[in-house]
């Protein structure tokens, strides 16, 4: 008996301390909903959170110390082009961040056709948790190609049983790039009608607007009437002032957005922290010009009356758009038919076609790229004002709109690498254009409330552990447009689904993320 004594006290204090798979210990406890910091321990098991508080006593197969960092949850990122996903599936430009769960199919994008994309997808080892939304731009062409036209009656139908279709398969709404083809042939109507079937699956509607720069403010109230119409909450995707002309009139914008709310709308926004864009260097042509392929447009641009046309919009957007009339302003990231072009501006090619870098020939250029297979561009054209103003609105989220990238290939905008961490270290922490609380609710809590995740964004108990922890005295962005390929600093630790996917600073090498699907209404 005597000799069951100790064997019997092992047992006993065995029982009294708990022991997790992963238990965070000392950190401050940033829980995402914008409330104050708390000084907590965070335990984990079977990549949930099922402990939250002093776990001084308890055990865990790994400890991570987490003195002097935040502990947060994971930064869901609402507008990401991760189309490469499965050519780089350990997302190191997303995870290394602090992004856990990017959503993709923005600007009208998305995979086409829905379902069976997202069932390949899910036998990959992926580095973050994915979701998507269904694009009205590649469901339109799917039905209809590059037309410029309405749609008849049987088309129609045909772009609602699409959108019916990737709801079923787990949408999570519908997005629209309608700057772009073929959604900008599309009237608001068509919208309202495809959104009404995202609506009605519990989705939500996230918009390029028709125009960033001098139609901007109606673009806005464009996507405030579809939302309304449809019944459907709404995002305004990467919203910003584009070009001198329009700069300061995210007044504008916001008051629309405060009117829409006060009305009973749901408008939210999502944003990048950056004074420039970036899309397709197509972007400055006159998009009725791009009617149907590209072989119709070499076609048609010889003739002298419609290249003369081209020109003409062309100038007009390198004046009053994206380009200020400055062509240094336009800074190309990928060409695909010369990548020595790569970081070089309009400005430098101008020179090393020894012409005159004026508009006059900068347009010319421009037509000549796009004949050549186009190019993508950063447009230095936002105002750092309109950047910080919006920053401020309480529903203003984070979102890069970066693409997945591969380190050292191209030339990419910063925000692929530098997004989350330039919130934090830049504008919270330097600039303190807003609290630490809020920039971290407006990554986590925020997005998930508009996903309609329930079980994720949030440090609480019973939540899936999703959690990035930071160091709020040294996270920083190091990408800049010079030099983009650099990783951000202090956030030594990424936990997706329970996994450590990123452990002092570097990839593990694990990977726990997944395929996300909104279940249906």
């Excluded at 700057?179 to 699956?201: C, D, H, N, R």
């Excluded at 005159?356 to 796009?370: C, F, R, Y």
């Excluded at 191209?410 to 254009?433: C, M």
Aim: glycine share 10%; proline share 5%.
């Amino acid at each position: 008996m005597r000799n069951l004594l100790p064997l019997l006290l092992l047992v006993v204090l065995s029982c009294s301390s708990p022991s997790y798979d992963i238990i965070i210990k000392g950190g401050k406890v940033l829980d995402g909903t914008g409330a104050t910091a708390i000084k907590a321990d965070v335990a984990i098991q079977n990549g949930m959170i099922v402990k939250i508080g002093d776990l001084g006593a308890a055990k865990a197969t790994k400890t991570i110390d987490a003195t002097g960092l935040i502990v947060s949850p994971g930064f869901i990122d609402l507008h990401a082009h991760i189309e490469p996903i499965m050519s780089l599936p350990d997302a190191e430009s997303n995870v290394r961040q602090g992004v856990t769960t990017a959503v993709g199919g923005p600007d009208g994008g998305g995979p086409m056709p829905f379902k069976p994309y997202l069932d390949s997808l899910d036998k990959f080892r992926l580095g973050i948790n994915v979701a998507y939304l269904t694009g009205h731009n590649v469901i339109r062409y799917a039905v209809m190609k590059n037309d410029n036209r309405k749609p008849t009656p049987e088309e129609l139908e045909k772009m609602k049983a699409l959108v019916k279709d990737a709801m079923d398969a787990g949408a999570f709404g519908i997005s629209t790039g309608l700057k772009y083809m073929p959604g900008t042939f599309s009237e608001t109507s068509e919208v309202i009608e495809l959104s009404k079937v995202a609506a009605a699956q519990g989705g939500f509607y996230t918009s390029h607007l028709r125009e960033e720069g001098l139609g901007l403010i109606a673009g806005v109230k464009e996507a405030i009437v579809i939302g309304k119409e449809a019944s459907i909450p709404i995002v305004l995707t990467h919203h910003k002032a584009i070009g001198k002309p329009m700069w300061g009139k995210s007044v504008v914008t916001l008051g629309l957005v405060d009117s829409a709310r006060a009305a009973g709308i749901d408008v939210m926004m999502d944003q990048y922290p950056y004074t420039a864009s970036s899309t397709g260097l197509s972007v400055l042509i006159p998009t009725s010009a791009m009617a149907g392929s590209s072989a119709d447009f070499k076609k048609r641009i010889e003739r002298k009356s419609f290249k003369d046309s081209v020109l003409a919009g062309i100038r007009f957007n390198l004046l009053n758009d994206r380009g200020s009339g400055d062509l240094r302003l336009i800074q190309f990231s990928t060409v695909d038919w010369d990548p020595s072009l790569n970081g070089k501006t309009l400005y430098d090619y101008a020179a090393l076609k020894g012409v005159k870098p004026d508009v006059e020939n900068g347009a010319k250029l421009v037509l000549e790229m796009e004949l050549k297979g186009s190019a993508s561009c950063i447009f230095h054209a936002i105002n750092e004002d309109d950047v910080q103003r919006i920053m401020k609105h309480p529903f203003a989220m984070h979102a890069s709109d970066g693409e997945t990238v591969k380190f050292g290939v191209a030339h990419p905008h910063p925000r692929a690498y530098g997004t989350f961490p330039r919130v934090l270290g830049h504008y919270v922490r330097e600039l303190k254009v807003i609290p630490l609380e809020e920039a971290i609710r407006k990554m986590t809590g925020l997005p998930a409330q508009r996903l309609g995740l329930t079980d994720r964004g949030l440090i609480r108990e019973g939540y899936v552990a999703d959690i990035t922890l930071f160091n709020p005295e040294t996270v920083i962005d190091k990408a800049t447009f010079e030099q983009p390929h650099q990783y951000p600093e202090g956030i030594p630790y990424v936990i997706v689904n329970g996994v450590i996917t990123v452990s002092d600073g570097q990839m593990t090498n694990e990977r726990g993320g997944k395929v996300l699907r909104k279940k249906r209404q």
